[in-house]
């Protein structure tokens, strides 16, 4: 588990853009160079103030299951520090013992594309029919990035925090 001991500044940032996209056109991802799918559960852990914990079961399509554990402190709209490790099933079994009862676990397809010099994100959940949403991860706030043509983003909600896994736990936005 993260020690609280650890030094702030030397934490590792993560800093992503994100989408709500119509739908996309599953045997396209598919289709796509480099694809990979994994179904996911997220499960959000009580933690401590101003941090998110969970745990995420991820299974891949060869059927090969891993377990995480990742906490985030969010520092802005784009940038949180992320520490993340990976946990065996026996330490992801224990940490469901302290899942947030406020939050439903958070079910979801995860497609991971390359594109140019980034990875496309883009998570199908069960509860929304019309639209997903799409994450690129980037090295910092103004490094350049491009969204392809057969993708239709309907808007930006980077800085809404509706649209964080960790509030979709608790309430699901309306679809648009």
Do not use: H
């Not at 609280?4 to 853009?17: F, Q, Y």
């Not at 896994?165 to 608790?170: E, F, I, T, W």
Request: hydrophobic content about 35%; glycine content about 6%.
């Amino acid at each position: 588990m993260y020690n609280k001991e650890e030094k702030r500044s030397a934490a590792p940032l993560e800093t992503e853009r994100k989408f709500l996209i119509r739908m996309p056109d599953i045997a396209l991802l598919s289709a796509q160079p480099g694809a990979r799918r994994d179904a996911i559960m997220q499960v959000y852990l009580t933690g401590g103030e101003g941090e998110s914990a969970r745990v995420r079961r991820r299974e891949r399509e060869n059927g090969e299951v891993g377990y995480t554990e990742t906490r985030k402190r969010r520092l802005n709209d784009l940038t949180c520090e992320e520490f993340e490790r990976e946990i065996t099933e026996e330490e992801y079994r224990f940490l469901l013992s302290r899942a947030d009862p406020d939050r439903r676990p958070i079910l979801k397809t995860r497609y991971s594309i390359p594109y140019g010099e980034r990875l496309l994100e883009i998570d199908i959940y069960p509860f929304w029919e019309k639209t997903a949403v799409l994450e690129i991860e980037l090295p910092d706030a103004e490094a350049a990035f491009s969204v392809p043509g057969w993708l239709s983003v309907i808007r930006e909600v980077s800085g809404e925090g509706a649209y964080r896994n960790a509030s979709l736990a608790r309430r699901i936005p309306p679809e648009e």
